[in-house]
């Protein structure tokens, strides 16, 4: 490629990837863009980059297109436990605490694997978890392996890996892990079935979403991806992790992931070797308690309240001489909020909602308890706040109240199936799966969680159907028309999705 114009093709094909798919080219990086173009080029039909380049700019691309692109510019390097120094300190700090609270409150752990490459990195933390909780069969474990390489997700499906993908391994866990087939070594059953690969583009789709299952996750990692990423992208996605992290949640990222500055949302854990971040809320302020208030009031105190005060200590001035304690004003109740018009209260609370804002956007219902309480949309969205908060009981209650106020509405049945399978619950999330096709058989998004749900459970005939009935609600629709209920999903994105998943059931 030769020519003065061939710097502004460059730029502006590096702003076409940045907007579609993330990934950011700088100036620097330009010659490794035109030698993977140059590669690619014949593959999609195009004698050279430039052509190529050219062709991309002109026209609105197809999904196929855009998928062939993120299979050569996004070819991950990855290998069974990688950055050893994370899953130590994974091993020892963070996972055993994590699982004796939730021993104690429902057996769930959810972890969530961002660019997965060919899914190295799900199987080793699969693998760690398996050697941490004796009992994992009795567990509740979602652990979700995202990409945009759809190639290398296929591969992750599969499970099987060449010598390359264990240089460092313990060769025990080699042995103890995955059968050796040839030259060639695959995944164990039970080890592969812990893992749910998925196709999710990080600069496009919404999270985190109780629809596409990136909520209210306990871990993610997130290694070696965001330094592709412009630093305004790579914050926007790290805003979004943090909001897809419970409270007190874990980021695992990499050395190399770039500045502080980048992940000013959370706090660094400060293990040594490892770069873990933890999300925290700011501490609540509360005003030191003098001495002064540890004195009781004779004038209010009851004898009920003195054996509290009997293990404080006494004052240390006599009676006759301590001054008169000066009355402790207390702050004026809040006014109650202003009504509002449940329109109004709907549209702020979903603005909030798109934004991430979740607790303000609950706190905003809550404040309006009486239009909410008639209302069922304000119900299934507070459903759906809590849910990506991960209070997942409370949830469910407000998403049965929206269908109480109204039973026909499909969507609040998916959206109780989409909780109820979060919550390990599957034989239920089926059965709201299918009164929600009963109330609407077109319902793409409930045939496609239901193919899922089938695969989940061994059915792999019945998630055959699921995925031809739902790719034949596709067929006609413009890729770029949204689908309801789905939090930004599109008609093309979903075309992606299906062709990625259904190869687990060899579609």
């Known amino acids: 490629m030769d020519g003065a114009g061939i710097p502004n093709l460059l730029a502006e094909f590096s702003a076409f990837l940045s ?31 430039e052509t190529c380049m050219r062709y991309f700019l002109a ?91 759809p190639r290398s997700l296929r591969r992750g499906m599969d499970g099987i890996y060449s010598e390359w993908s264990f240089r460092g391994i313990d060769p025990d866990v080699r042995k103890r892990y995955f059968t050796q087939r040839n030259n060639r070594y695959e995944i164990a059953p039970h080890i592969k079935r812990m893992v749910t690969f998925a196709y999710h583009n990080l600069a496009e789709d919404q999270y985190p979403s ?165 209302d069922g949309r304000c119900m299934g969205l507070l459903a759906r706040l809590f849910a990506n908060e991960g209070r997942l009981g409370e949830a469910a209650d407000w998403c049965q109240r929206a269908i109480a106020i109204d039973k026909l509405a499909p969507e609040r049945h998916y959206l109780l199936a989409m909780i109820r399978q979060e919550c390990g619950d599957l034989r239920e999330a089926a059965q709201s799966l299918k009164r929600a096709l009963f109330l609407d058989p077109n319902f793409v998004l409930a045939h496609f969680a239901l193919a899922r749900l089938a695969i989940t459970e061994g059915k792999l005939d019945e998630a055959r159907r699921h995925y031809r009935n739902t790719a034949a609600l596709l067929r006609g629709h413009d890729p770029e028309e949204t689908l309801p209920e789905s939090d930004g999903l599109t008609v093309g994105r979903l075309i992606e999705i299906i062709r990625v998943a259904s190869a687990e059931v060899g579609l």
Request: hydrophobic share 45%; glycine share 4%; proline share 11%.
């Open 59 to 149: 026209v609105q691309p197809s999904r196929e297109q855009i998928e062939t692109l993120a299979s050569h510019l996004t070819i991950g390097e990855t290998y069974f436990f990688r950055e050893p120094r994370s899953f130590e300190v994974l091993a020892q700090e963070i996972l055993p605490p994590l699982i004796q609270a939730r021993r104690q409150a429902g057996r769930n752990l959810r972890i969530w694997s961002v660019a997965c490459s060919t899914g190295e990195e799900a199987y080793s933390m699969a693998i760690l978890l398996d050697q941490l909780i004796p009992d994992i069969a009795k567990w509740h474990i979602t652990l979700l392996a995202t990409d945009i390489n």
């Open 19 to 49: 907007a579609r798919m993330g990934l950011h080219y700088p100036p620097q990086r330009w010659g490794d863009l035109e030698r993977s173009l140059r590669q690619m080029a014949p593959e999609l039909g195009f004698a050279n980059a």
């Open 210 to 374: 109780v629809l596409n299952n990136t909520n209210a996750m306990d871990i993610i990692f997130c290694r070696n991806v965001l330094m592709y990423f412009s630093f305004d992208t790579g914050r926007r996605v790290v805003s979004n992790l943090h909001h897809s992290l419970v409270e007190g949640g874990w980021l695992v990222a990499a050395a190399v992931e770039g500045s502080s500055e980048l992940f000013s949302p959370f706090v660094f854990s400060g293990f040594p070797g490892a770069t873990i971040y933890r999300k925290l809320s700011p501490p609540v302020m509360t005003l030191p308690v003098t001495p002064l208030l540890l004195v009781p009031d004779p004038l209010t105190a009851t004898p009920a309240s003195a054996p509290a005060a009997a293990h404080l200590p006494s004052p240390s001035l006599p009676p006759a001489t301590s001054p008169a304690l000066p009355e402790v004003p207390q702050p004026p109740a809040a006014p109650p909020e202003p009504p509002m018009e449940v329109q109004d209260l709907f549209a702020e609370a979903c603005a909030l909602y798109i934004a991430g804002r979740f607790q303000e956007a609950i706190a905003l219902l809550q404040a309006h308890a009486a239009e909410v309480a008639t």
